[in-house]
């Protein structure tokens, strides 16, 4: 989205194969805090936007987003006893988001 704040950007990571069946983790160096309200799409403007894209020679592409129309998001586990917040995107593929309470 234009002009939004980017919270986390990972590395471009290389050699990613269309296997779509292997799980492929992204891992986050240090800490990001969230603001659980802010998943999912509410009735402002001021939510997550969730997205993976991807690189390649003929230029950058979103492969999966909260933002898609037709596909499902929301939380996957949510349990504050075991500190565990999993938020899902998934359309053909799927995105766990997995973040710990504190």
């Known amino acids: 989205m234009e002009n939004a704040p980017v919270v986390f950007r990972s590395e471009a990571l290389k050699n990613v194969f269309r296997d779509t069946r292997t799980p492929l983790a992204i891992e986050v160096p240090s800490k990001v805090a969230l603001d659980k309200r802010k998943f999912g799409r509410s ?13 390649d020679a003929a230029g950058t592409y979103c492969l999966i987003s909260n ?33 710990s309470y504190e």
């Open 43 to 55: 009735f402002s403007n001021d939510y997550y936007l969730v997205s993976l894209m991807a690189t």
């Open 67 to 99: 933002m898609f129309s037709g596909g499902s998001a929301g939380p996957k586990t949510d349990d504050f006893a075991s500190r565990k917040y999993i938020y899902n995107v998934a359309l053909f593929s799927s995105l766990d988001l997995e973040c």
